[in-house]
T-cell receptor, first 111, second 115 residues
């Protein structure tokens, strides 16, 4: 089983729709969770950290389910500019840094 | 502007040559990282460093070398021993666990092609 698993997609979604994807992780000792966005041929950029209580930033909502070991990202009222690959990132803090990236979920918003 | 600067952005290498990718950050971050990304794949960790003059191998360190002589600099050398070096290379930095805002930030990346 991969340490971090994401559905690669691609997901093609009409503009204005709500879209959600999950990411599962295998290490129960994982401490920190993030969603990054990566545009084609560009570097990943932090979209949002994921907190235990869940958090929202505008149209984006991230949630963490420790019992089932997954995190989720919800995008409401999707825009054309949301088209990108979304990377799930998990960190295990044991003194030495260990970040594990999912392979990403590709999202295309269709006009 | 604060950030991470990688150079060159595009690099072509002949087989058998070593090349060095530069990474400089002015964020005062203690930790720095090198990742490799291949098409359709996730990022894989090559090396990381949490303090000057110390670094650790990541998951795919073979054929690569690094140095950390200064806090702000973490160059990566792709040696001729790396059998499949064509990839997108990403340098990143972060503060250490326990510090505030220890999220990871990336440079713009370097595209290396072996010709």
């Amino acid at each position: 089983r991969k340490e971090v698993e994401q559905d690669p997609g691609p997901f093609n979604v009409p503009e204005g729709a709500t879209v959600a994807f999950n990411c599962t992780y295998s290490n129960s000792a994982s401490q920190s969770f993030f969603w990054y966005r990566q545009d084609c041929r560009k570097e990943p950029k932090l979209l949002m950290s994921v907190y235990s209580s869940g958090n929202e930033d505008g149209r984006f909502t991230a949630q963490l389910n420790r019992a089932s070991q997954y995190i989720s990202l919800l995008i409401r009222d999707s825009k054309l500019s949301d088209s990108a690959t979304y990377l799930c990132v998990v960190r295990v803090n044991f003194g030495n840094e260990k970040l594990t990236f999912g392979t990403g979920t590709r999202l295309t918003i269709i006009p | 502007d604060g950030g991470i600067t990688q150079s060159p952005k595009y690099l072509f290498r002949k087989e058998g040559q070593n090349v060095t990718l530069s990474c400089e950050q002015n964020l005062n971050h203690d930790a720095m990282y090198w990742y490799r990304q291949d098409p359709g794949q996730g990022l894989r960790l090559i090396y990381y460093s949490q303090i000057v003059n110390d670094f650790q191998k990541g998951d795919i360190a073979e054929g690569y070398s690094v140095s950390r002589e200064k806090k702000e600099s973490f160059p990566l050398t792709v040696t001729s021993a790396q059998k499949n070096p064509t990839a997108f290379y990403l340098c990143a930095s972060s503060s250490l666990p326990g510090q505030e805002e220890n999220t990871i930030y990336f440079g713009e990346g370097s595209w290396l092609t072996v010709v």
